[in-house]
């Protein structure tokens, strides 16, 4: 499976962006779909799930301001990012996970005051 994003870019608090990500290859579509954030000096942390069946799952620090979506049919998962705060800045990796998990090159987001 090969995974790349794209999106990503600066806002000010309170903006919005939207991160794509393209799945290709022949498990593409049945894999667990998951964006992931890395904020400077700190671990990768998931953020957003989505199953192929369109299951979701948020952590705690964006539930309520971004949506995981999926198009099966083209192997796409976006995440549209609303209200953003400093706290989101990081660069944001997607992650297709089917028997192990295969990794984008990661966008930057950064978002000021």
């Known amino acids: 499976v090969q995974v790349e994003e794209s999106g990503g870019g600066s806002v000010q608090t309170g903006e919005s962006l939207t991160l794509s990500c393209q799945a290709s290859g022949s498990s593409a579509t049945l894999a667990v779909m998951g964006w992931y954030q890395q904020a400077p000096g700190k671990q990768r942390e998931l953020i957003a799930s989505?199953?192929?069946?369109?299951?979701?799952e948020y952590s705690d620090s964006v539930k309520g301001r971004f949506t995981i979506t999926r198009d099966n049919a083209k192997t796409t998962v976006t995440l549209q990012m609303n209200s953003l705060k400093p706290d989101d800045t990081g660069v944001y990796y997607c992650?297709?996970?089917?028997?192990?998990?295969?990794w984008g090159q990661g966008t930057q987001v950064t978002v000021t005051s």
């Open positions: 989505i199953t192929r069946r369109g299951v979701t």
């Open positions: 992650c297709a996970e089917y028997l192990r998990k295969y």
